[in-house]
């Protein structure tokens, strides 16, 4: 597979450690990056059902004003992915995921005793950003520790702790608001992140970079700034109307900064953003199906528990539950792509997964109603759902890490979670204005949603198996 400098088709070899990192242990890195990484992707999605206990605990704010909870989180994290990478690999994987977990677990703590609203979309500001900073340097750390034959087996076990935490927020979510009320989905975050920053202290080694240059200053706050622009109108376009000032001025800024960002890269000797990466055809198309897949998972996560709890009438509860046999084959699936897989099988694991979501949509399309069909309808499609994304995601980010070497890895892994959380935020974008087209108590909106999640996979699915023709000619 090629590198932005070279070919080969053997997986990257891992970065010495720094003198206090001898003797790491990959399965101690392994479950800190795991658990690190489950508790921030879990936060993506875990607040969506606790929406009608908020609207309780702040009856004088507005909806469109509860909605910053989830859309602060969602811009600070995507906008600040692709720099924290390249911050990880210059200055210190292990310092910045252990200040960043810290933080993390700080800004959960301030969002569970929120006095009033302002206060709590601050902290959840907070989380998003420093989430940013644990994933790219978490897998960063991993792919650093473990030997290249264990390596696709590692990363199938991260990707599974991310894909079951994305899949299973309702649920838990659903649980602890039911059992404790909207704060215990933040307070549950600090017992879990106090202990991963004190096991990581005694048990992470440490890596650096070459170089531990900043990278150009200006460049990261131009494509932070491009990134959280273009996310927030995509992410409050139905909000605000998709030809309203608003929405126009935010998502044409926001790509116009990204351009402007990206051109700098390719001029400055500390780049912002690794453009050189882009040249590295396999991490390219990886990424491209990785935004296409996201698009997918996002408006599916998104609509199948209003789905449930507006026609089907569950409790918030029942939904989380319903939701769950998704998450359980999301990780079962992970698991064993990253075990199982083969470096050239990668590219067929996305396309025939993909096409199956896509399927998975189309039935959806046909037989979803008003008629409760848990089992012989809902849960065989959150089976197949679940398993496909799953395994897609994980083949994906196997398939992007294998194409680097070991200096670049945070910055990669930044790289491909951004274009995974910018097209997450257009298939939400997505979702909320098919559902405000037809109303949000009627199963035709959800059935349309379901077309178009259909149609992202498909894309998807497409570009996979574009992966493999790039394979194909690498081989």
């Known amino acids: 597979m090629s590198s932005p400098a070279s070919t080969s088709s053997a997986p990257p070899a891992a970065d010495p450690p720094s003198a206090g990192g001898t003797g790491a242990r990959p399965g101690v890195v392994l479950l800190l990056s795991a658990g690190a990484t489950f508790i921030a992707f879990l936060d993506t999605t875990v607040v969506n059902v606790a929406f009608p206990d908020l609207a309780a605990g702040f009856p004088g704010d507005r909806v469109s004003d509860l909605s910053w909870v989830v859309s602060s989180y969602a811009v600070l994290f995507a906008a600040l992915l ?16 252990l200040s960043s977990l810290a933080g993390f677990t700080v800004a959960s703590a301030l969002c569970a005793c929120a006095p009033d609203l302002p206060w709590l979309i601050t902290a959840r500001a907070l989380q998003g950003a420093t989430a940013a900073g644990m ?81 150009d200053p200006l460049g990261t706050l131009t494509v932070t700034a491009g990134i959280a622009l273009l996310v927030l109108g995509l992410t409050k376009g139905s909000d605000w109307g998709w030809t309203g000032a608003a929405t126009v001025a935010t998502v044409a800024g926001g790509a116009a900064l990204i351009a402007v960002a990206l051109v700098r890269s390719t001029r400055h000797a500390a780049p912002a953003v690794e453009t050189a990466l882009f040249r590295n055809r396999t991490f390219a198309v990886a990424s ?11 408006g599916w996560l998104l609509s199948s528990p209003l789905f449930l709890t507006t026609v089907w009438h569950y409790s918030v509860l029942k939904a989380g ?53 848990f089992l012989t309808l809902w849960l065989p499609m959150g089976l197949v759902g679940g398993a496909a994304f799953g395994a897609a995601l994980t083949a994906l980010s196997t398939a992007a890490a294998r194409s680097l070497p070991p200096r670049q890895f945070a910055s990669g892994v930044g790289m491909t979670t951004t274009a995974r959380q910018l097209g997450g935020s257009l298939g939400i974008a997505a979702t909320a204005s098919v559902i ?31 992966m493999a023709r790039t394979l194909a000619k690498e081989s």
Request: aromatic residues 8%; positive net charge.
């Open 321 to 373: 539950f319903a939701v769950t046999p998704g998450a359980l084959t999301s990780a079962i699936a992970a698991v064993a792509v990253g075990k199982r897989a083969r470096p050239h099988q990668l590219p067929a694991v996305v396309a025939v997964s993909m096409a199956a979501f896509a399927a998975m949509d189309v039935w959806a399309y046909l037989d979803l109603g008003t008629d409760t069909r």
């Open 288 to 298: 491209a199906a990785a935004a296409f897949t996201g698009a997918a998972l996002f």
């Open 135 to 215: 994933i790219p340097a978490a897998l960063g750390l991993l792919l650093a520790t473990t030997p290249p034959q264990r390596l696709p087996a590692a990363i199938g076990a991260w990707g599974a702790a991310g894909s079951m935490a994305t899949a299973a927020g309702p649920a838990l979510g659903g649980v602890l608001v039911d059992a404790f009320g909207w704060r215990a989905v933040f307070l549950i975050n600090v017992p879990v992140g106090a202990a991963l920053v004190l096991a990581g202290i005694r048990d992470l080694p440490e890596f650096t970079g070459a170089q531990r240059r900043l990278p």
């Open 436 to 466: 405000a087209a037809h109303g949000i108590a009627g199963p035709q909106a959800y059935r349309d949603v379901f077309a178009v999640c259909g149609a992202l996979a498909v894309v998807a699915a497409l570009v996979g198996l574009a």
């Open 82 to 97: 692709t720099p924290a990478g390249r911050i990880a690999d210059a200055f210190g994987r292990k310092k910045l995921f």
